[in-house]
DNA sequence: GCCAACGTTGGC
DNA sequence: GCCAACGTTGGC
């Protein structure tokens, strides 16, 4: 079993959005990033973990956790005109764009602040901090354990 | 709302 | 295939 962190801004969709939506399940679809598409799309695998961060707003960090409950299939909005994602290259038989569902796992009672994540020795080096723009970067057991003992803290 | 960083596009 | 210009992201 693999960890990943997926961002969003809570705005557009967050983890109350997943935890009012039904069964807690939600499509995490709109990756319109050529390195978040293939992680998605080649590692992303069902019953994977993921840590949910929210970027772009009031509290940023990690607000809680999910798990991957269907793994990649073609992202249906990428060939929705009306979609403010579609994209008029793709093809049915060549999809360019994936998507997976996901459900809540853990609602954190504290969103885990991007400030204490980087004071954390054992966080400071998630990806997400070396490459902003990566919405779906892979997370370490570790750095998964040491995000769970920080709730504890 | 600003601005730095970085990914993508397009001309050569 | 390089690289400048442009657009978008994301933290502050």
């Known amino acids: 079993m693999n960890y990943w962190i997926f961002k969003s801004e809570p705005d557009e969709f967050g983890i109350d959005h997943l935890a009012t939506a039904k069964k807690q399940t939600a499509r995490w679809d709109g990756i319109r990033n050529y390195q978040a598409r293939n992680n998605l799309r080649d590692n992303v695998k069902q ?11 009031k509290q940023i960090g990690i607000a809680g956790t999910m798990e991957v409950v269907k793994a990649a299939y073609p992202d249906p909005a990428q060939f929705d005109a009306e979609s403010k994602y579609y994209d008029a290259k793709s093809t049915a ?26 004071a954390n020795p054992a966080t400071a080096d998630l990806s997400i901090f070396k490459q902003g723009r990566l919405s779906i970067a892979p997370v370490s057991a570790k750095q998964w354990k040491a995000v769970q003992d920080m709730l504890a803290d």
């Open 93 to 118: 038989d060549n999809p360019r764009w994936y998507c997976v569902d996901v459900r809540l796992l853990e609602k954190y009672p504290e969103v885990i602040s991007t400030k204490s994540l980087k």
């Open 47 to 57: 019953h994977d973990r993921v840590l949910f961060y929210h970027s772009s707003c």
